[in-house]
C-alpha cells in the first residue's frame, strides 16, 4: 500500500502535478517524509496502524488500567514512527537495519514498562540501574521518533529543558534551582504521570486518536468535499461569492477535520480559480485561504488536538470546552465574512470582479437531500455528550453512525477493506501529534519538577509591575514566539504550565487563561517557520510563502484580538458563554454585541476600506474605535486616566467616520 503525505481529503487530480509537488514537500517539511511502502512492507504497514487503532477502540470501550494504556500508547507511537517514518529524506521508501534496531528497543522499552507494574512505580525515588537505562533510552527513542516526524525544533527545545533541570544550580537568581541528578530526573520524566506519561499523552491515548480516527472516516465517507460543494451551492457559484464561499466552507470543514492545512488545501484547490476569475491577487487569496484554514483549529465540535487538553487540564468534560469555544469561533467566521465583504467592495472600486457569470452548481436543496447524513455524525457528538456520555463514548458511537450511514452512498460505502484501511490511516495521522505529546511531556516534566512554571509566572508579574493588561500583552507575545518554534499542541502544553499561571494569579479565571492560551498558541499556524498553512495556499495560488503569511495575519488580526477580552474586561467571560456573580444573559449579549461591531471596525481598518476608501487618518481612527469596542482596557496602557464607557466611545466614533464616508460617497457620486 502506497501513502501520500497529502490530507486524505486532496485529490492529488485536482492540482495540476508541479502544485500537488509543491503541497507534499510543504507538509513533509514539517509534518515529516512518509514512507510508500508496497508490496509486504505495505501490508505490515496497514496492519501494525490498524492493531493500534482497534487497541485504542477497545481501550475506549473497555477498562484498561492508566499506566497501561499510556505505555502502550507511546510504544505503538515509536514503533509506527520508526517504521513509517525515514531517518531521512534519501532513506524514504527502504527499510533498514537500524530502523529494525529503534523497533526493537521500542518494543522492549514498552514491554519493561508494563511488565514493571506497580513495583516499577513504587521504587520511582530509589530506582534501580535498569531502570535508569531504560528511561534513558526511552527519552532518547521518544526524540528520535519526533525528530523524524516534526523536524528538529521539538527535540532540540526539550534537550534545552533537561539540561536547565541537570545544571539549572549552576544559573543566577531567579531562574537557578537546586539541581537534579539522573537517579531523580530520568525516573520522574520516564516513569511518573507527570513527564512523558503525563496530561498530554493522556489525551492522545484517549481522545486525541479517536478523533483523528473519526476523522479519518468521515474523509474516506466524502464527508470533505461534500461540505466544499455544498458551500458552493449555497452562495450561488458566482465567482463575486469567492470570499464567502470560503468563509462557509472552512466554517463547515473545519469542525470534522481539526487540521488547518487540510482545510486550507481542499478549499484552495476549488476556491483559487474562482478567486482569480473575480480580481483577488495570489498573495490576498492566499491569506484568506490560511485564515480559513486556521478556523479549523479552533472550530467545534472537533477543534485541535490542544483542546482536548484544556479539557484535561481544568478538571472539566470536552462539552463544557466546546460550549465555550462557540461564541469565539462565531465571531472568528464573522471577522473573515467582514473581511471578504470589504474585498468584493475594494475590488469592485478598483475596477475588478467584471467576469461573474455564475457557474453551474447543483441547487442547495437538492444537494442536502443526497447528503445530509454527512451533518448527522457531526450533530450526534454533541447530543451524546448533551445526554451525559462521555467524549469517549460519544466520538466512538458517532463513528459507528458515520459508517453506517456511509451505506447511503454506493461510492463511498465503507466495505470491510475500506475500512480497514480507513482505520490504519486514523493511526497514521495520529503519530505525529502522539510523538509531540511525549516530546513536550519532556518539557513538562523538567518544568514542575524544577519549579519553572511557579517562577516565571513571578517574573512576568514583576516585569508588568503587577498590571493585568502588561501581563496578558507578555504573556500573548510568550506564548507567540514559542508558536514560532512549535506546533500548536506544543505550544499549548508549554505555555498551559508556564504562562498561564501568571494570569490566574492576578485573578483571571482558569478557563478564560487556558482559552487565551489556547488561542495565542493556534497563531503559530500562520507564524513562520512553522506557517505551513499559509505556505501550502501560497503553493496553490503561485504567491509568495511569506508575504501570504503576512496577508493571513491581516484576515486573522481583528478575531486575535477578541482573546484578551476574556482576561482583561470581568464581563468578558461572558463570551466564553460563563458568568461570574452578579452577571446575567443581558452582559452576555452586550459583551457580544459590541464584539461584533468592534471586530466589523478592526476588519473595516485593516482593509482600509468601509463604504468608501479610507486614507490613513481615517483607517487608524477606525481601527481605534473597533478596538475601544473589543478590547477597551488598553487605553489603560496608552493613557493614565481611562476613558469613561470606552465601548461607547469607540462605537460613537466609528458612527461619525461612516457618516462622514457616507457623505463623501454622496459628492463621489454627484460628482
Request: hydrophobic letters at 55%; aromatic letters at 12%; charged letters at 10%.
Amino acid at each position: 500500500m502506497s501513502h501520500s503525505s497529502l490530507p486524505p481529503d486532496i485529490d492529488p487530480a485536482s492540482m495540476d502535478a508541479a502544485t500537488a509537488a509543491r503541497v507534499e514537500r510543504l507538509i513533509e517539511s514539517e509534518e515529516g517524509v512518509l514512507n510508500r511502502f508496497t508490496g509486504a512492507l505495505g501490508v505490515v504497514a496497514v496492519g501494525l496502524a490498524l492493531a493500534m487503532s482497534l487497541f485504542h477502540l477497545w481501550a475506549a470501550w473497555s477498562i484498561v488500567p492508566t499506566t497501561v494504556l499510556r505505555f502502550a500508547h507511546v510504544g505503538f507511537t515509536m514503533v509506527l514512527g520508526f517504521f513509517l517514518f525515514p531517518v531521512a529524506r534519501r532513506f524514504r521508501d527502504r527499510f533498514l537495519p537500524w530502523d529494525w534496531a529503534l523497533i526493537a528497543a521500542a518494543l522492549y522499552v514498552t514491554w519493561y514498562l508494563i511488565s514493571g507494574g506497580d513495583d516499577l512505580q513504587d521504587r520511582i525515588i530509589y530506582p534501580e540501574p535498569m531502570d535508569i537505562i531504560v528511561g534513558w533510552l526511552l527519552i532518547a527513542l521518544v526524540l528520535e521518533v519526533t525528530r523524524r516526524c516534526t523536524g528538529w525544533i521539538m527535540p532540540v527545545v526539550a534537550i534545552a529543558f533537561l539540561l536547565y533541570a541537570f545544571f539549572g544550580n549552576h544559573l543566577p537568581a531567579p531562574w537557578t534551582h537546586r539541581g537534579y541528578d539522573a537517579e531523580r530526573l530520568i525516573p520522574h520524566i520516564s516513569i511518573t504521570l507527570e513527564g512523558i506519561f503525563g496530561t498530554a499523552v493522556d489525551v492522545s491515548a484517549t481522545l486525541i486518536i479517536l478523533f483523528t480516527i473519526y476523522g479519518a472516516i468521515l474523509g474516506a465517507t466524502g464527508a470533505g468535499k461534500y461540505f466544499v460543494d455544498f458551500s458552493f451551492a449555497a452562495t450561488g457559484g458566482k465567482p463575486s461569492s469567492a470570499g464567502r464561499t470560503v468563509v462557509l466552507s472552512a466554517f463547515l470543514l473545519g469542525g470534522p477535520s481539526g487540521s488547518g492545512v487540510a482545510t486550507t488545501v481542499t478549499i484552495g484547490t476549488v476556491a483559487w480559480p474562482m478567486m482569480k476569475r473575480v480580481g483577488y491577487t495570489p498573495h490576498d487569496a492566499g491569506g484568506l485561504l490560511a485564515a480559513g484554514g486556521l478556523g479549523a483549529i479552533i472550530s467545534p465540535p472537533i477543534m485541535g488536538a490542544a483542546a482536548f487538553l484544556i479539557a484535561e487540564y481544568l478538571k472539566i468534560s470536552y462539552l463544557d470546552v466546546l460550549l465555550m469555544a462557540v461564541i469565539p469561533t462565531c465571531l472568528f467566521y464573522a471577522s473573515l465574512l467582514f473581511m471578504v465583504e470589504l474585498d468584493q467592495r475594494r475590488i469592485r472600486a478598483a475596477g475588478g470582479g467584471k467576469d461573474d457569470e455564475p457557474m453551474p452548481v447543483e441547487r442547495v436543496g437538492a444537494m442536502f437531500k443526497r447528503g445530509w447524513y454527512h451533518f448527522s455524525s457531526l450533530i450526534a457528538i454533541i447530543v451524546f455528550m448533551g445526554m451525559g456520555y462521555s467524549a469517549t463514548l460519544s466520538v466512538l458511537y458517532a463513528m459507528a453512525l458515520a459508517v453506517a450511514l456511509s451505506f447511503l452512498s454506493r461510492e463511498h460505502a465503507l466495505y470491510p477493506m475500506k475500512l480497514i484501511r480507513t482505520l490504519a490511516l486514523g493511526s497514521e495521522q495520529a503519530i505525529s501529534i502522539a510523538a509531540t505529546c511525549a516530546c513536550a511531556g519532556i518539557i513538562v516534566g523538567a518544568i514542575t519538577l524544577t519549579g519553572l512554571g511557579l517562577k516565571f509566572s513571578d517574573i512576568a508579574i514583576q516585569a508588568a509591575g503587577g498590571s493585568l493588561i502588561i501581563t496578558a500583552i507578555y504573556t500573548a507575545l510568550i506564548v507567540w514566539v514559542v508558536g514560532l518554534a512549535v506546533p500548536v499542541t506544543a505550544s499549548y502544553i508549554i505555555c498551559a504550565v508556564v504562562a498561564a499561571p501568571a494570569l490566574m494569579k492576578l485573578g483571571v479565571p482558569d478557563y478564560a487563561a487556558h482559552m487565551f492560551v489556547f488561542y495565542y498558541a493556534v497563531l503559530s499556524e500562520v507564524s513562520p517557520p512553522t506557517a505551513l498553512s499559509p505556505f501550502a495556499a501560497a503553493a496553490i495560488t503561485g504567491a509568495g510563502p511569506y508575504r501570504t503569511t503576512l496577508m493571513a495575519w491581516k484576515y486573522t488580526l481583528p478575531a486575535f484580538v477578541l482573546p484578551f477580552v476574556f482576561v482583561t474586561d470581568p464581563q468578558g467571560v461572558g463570551l466564553l458563554l460563563n458568568m461570574l456573580p452578579g452577571m446575567d444573559w443581558m452582559d452576555v449579549a452586550q459583551q457580544i454585541f459590541f464584539a461584533t461591531l468592534g471586530l466589523a471596525a478592526l476588519s473595516s481598518g485593516c482593509q482600509g476600506f468601509a463604504i468608501t476608501a479610507m486614507n490613513a487618518l481615517e483607517r487608524w481612527i477606525m481601527a481605534l474605535a473597533g478596538l475601544l469596542m473589543v478590547f477597551p482596557a488598553i487605553i489603560e496602557v496608552v493613557a493614565a486616566d481611562s476613558i469613561p464607557a470606552p465601548h461607547w466611545v469607540g462605537l460613537a466614533l466609528g458612527a461619525v467616520l461612516l457618516g462622514l464616508q457616507w457623505a463623501r460617497r454622496g459628492r463621489l457620486q454627484a460628482a
